[in-house]
C-alpha cells in the first residue's frame, strides 16, 4: 500500500510564500510522476504541476513562473515552492504519485489527504 503525506499548508498574506512537502511510503516498484493539484471551493480539480522521473516538469499557465516543483528521488519526495502567491491560489492541494506497486507495468493514482493553503489579508 502507498501512502502519501503532506505538509506545509496553512494562511499567508498575498505575495507571501509557502512551500509544500509530500512523501511517499510503502511498497511501489516504479514511480513514474509525481505532482501536486488543488481544489478551490466550488471548483474542480486541477492539476497544478507534475515531475516524472527524467525530471521534465509541466505547470499550469496560472502558475508558470510563480511556483517550481521539485522532487527527492531517494527520498520519494516532491516538494512544490509557492511564491507570489494570490488569492486565487486559495484551494486545498492534493499530492499525486502515479506508480506501479505491482512489479507488472500497471500504472496506479495515489492521493495524500489534501493540505489547505488559504492566501487572504
Known amino acids: 500500500q502507498v501512502q502519501l503525506v503532506e505538509s506545509g499548508g496553512g494562511l499567508v498574506q498575498p505575495g507571501g510564500s509557502l512551500r509544500l512537502s509530500c512523501a511517499a511510503s510503502?511498497?511501489?516498484?516504479?514511480?513514474?510522476?509525481m505532482g501536486w493539484y488543488r481544489q478551490g471551493t466550488g471548483n474542480e480539480r486541477e492539476l497544478v504541476a507534475s515531475i516524472i522521473f527524467g525530471g521534465s516538469t509541466n505547470y499550469a499557465t496560472s502558475v508558470k513562473g510563480r511556483f517550481t516543483i521539485s522532487r527527492d528521488n531517494a527520498k520519494n519526495t516532491v516538494y512544490l515552492q509557492m511564491d507570489s502567491l494570490k488569492p486565487e491560489d486559495t484551494a486545498v492541494y492534493y499530492c499525486?504519485?502515479?506508480?506501479?506497486?505491482?512489479?507488472?507495468?500497471?500504472?496506479?493514482?495515489?492521493w495524500g489527504q489534501g493540505t489547505q493553503v488559504t492566501v487572504s489579508s
Open positions: 499525486n504519485l502515479a506508480g506501479d506497486s505491482t512489479g507488472w507495468g500497471y500504472k496506479t493514482d495515489y
Open positions: 510503502g511498497s511501489i516498484f516504479t514511480i513514474y510522476s
